[in-house]
């Protein structure tokens, strides 16, 4: 399973991820601006090794600027 954010690249990278199962997995960038990125998983299917799946996810961070 490989994990790549649109701006940081591959953030994660791991062997198995299990029916249900869940991982956390966070990546600290400094930021001047509002920013958008996109997260996107990858990996295959142990019960049909063949099969390739994939989703993705979006969160925006809002930078506040100082009074």
Do not use: H, M, Q, R
């Amino acid at each position: 399973v490989k994990v790549v954010d649109d701006k940081f690249g591959t953030i994660a990278l791991f062997a198995y991820l299990g029916t249900g199962e869940e991982k956390i997995i966070t990546k600290t960038k400094c930021i001047c601006n509002t920013t958008t990125n996109i997260a996107t998983v990858k990996g295959y299917l142990v019960s049909d090794p063949g099969t390739f799946c994939t989703d993705s996810d979006t969160e925006t961070v809002t930078v506040s600027k100082p009074w």
